[in-house]
């Protein structure tokens, strides 16, 4: 399977490494088009199956899939400097474009996608918002076989898009300022910096692994803490007078 990945930064370069090393690599042939050649060479050097192109078009004329990773601001300009087939799937990751506009945009009516990654996309370990338009069953498995090679992938309607973006793009950031503050907690009471942070970072990381493991809740994991008369009881009940989950509920609305 063919991939053009259209712009080699964060994302598109997270994208065709991920790939690379995942277990589909051997799969796919990328190529990948930035006007920065640097960026490009570096993952044609490194990955056997990845060419590096300059030129769009070129990158895009034979390709499956077109992975468009540009800024939203470029979109428009990308997509109508290049001609897509009806055969070739659109995939695009930039926040905020929806499907009406890319149609707009594009040359072709073509199957679209709109996937919105967050930055763990770089250790393939991302949450992947995905929606489709114009897309069949089959289009939409191989879009989600290759997203979930760099993380979980989930499709919902594009009215859920915004919200899944603040959950999971916007939301990595906001479990990064827990274990920051974590780590100040920590220096107070005099643990090193570091040490802090491996503490809070491993705790944050064992608390996902139980849900997403153990298929369970939070709340009955917090009751498995919770001894009564207990110190965690103590800090929970601090967390909610303060308006810990309240600040967390307005600031994930926030970022809709
Ligand atoms: N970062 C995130 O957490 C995140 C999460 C979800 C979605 N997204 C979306 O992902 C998209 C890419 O974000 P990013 O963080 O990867 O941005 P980025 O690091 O700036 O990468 C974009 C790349 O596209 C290149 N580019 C500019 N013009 C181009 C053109 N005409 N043709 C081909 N490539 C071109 C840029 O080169 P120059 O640097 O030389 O301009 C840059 O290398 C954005 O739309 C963003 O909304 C990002």
């Known amino acids: 399977m063919k991939i053009a990945i259209i712009g080699a930064g964060n994302i ?120 489709s338009c114009n897309a069949t069953k089959e289009q939409e498995s191989v879009i989600m076989d290759i997203f979930n090679q760099l993380g979980f992938s989930m499709l919902v309607t594009e009215s859920q898009m915004a919200a899944g973006t603040a959950l999971s793009s916007c939301g990595i950031a906001y479990v990064l300022k827990y274990i920051q503050a974590g780590m100040q907690a920590g220096v107070e009471m005099g643990i090193y910096p570091h040490d802090a942070m491996m503490m809070v970072a ?31 009881i103590k800090g929970i009940n601090i967390l909610e007078s303060e308006g810990f989950p309240a600040a967390i509920i307005k600031a994930m609305k926030s970022s809709k």
């Open 12 to 131: 598109g370069g997270a994208i065709a490494s991920g790939l690379m090393q995942s277990e589909m690599g051997r799969n796919f042939s990328v190529v990948i088009s930035d006007p920065d050649t640097a960026k490009t060479s570096q993952l044609a050097e490194q990955y056997q199956n990845i060419s590096a192109e300059a030129d769009n078009q070129k990158a895009v004329s034979d390709a499956d899939i077109v992975i468009l990773a540009v800024k939203p601001w470029l979109v428009e300009k990308v997509l109508s400097s290049i001609a897509l087939q009806p055969s070739q799937i659109l995939a695009s990751v930039a926040a905020g474009i929806t499907f009406e506009q890319l149609k707009s945009f594009c040359n072709a009516e073509v199957a679209m996608f709109r996937i919105i990654p967050n930055t763990a996309i770089s250790l393939r370990e991302s949450m992947n918002i995905i929606s």
């Open 202 to 232: 491993q705790s944050v990381k064992g608390a996902a692994e139980l849900i997403l493991k153990g298929d369970t809740h939070p709340a009955s994991e917090i009751d498995k803490v919770t001894t009564p008369g207990g110190i965690t």
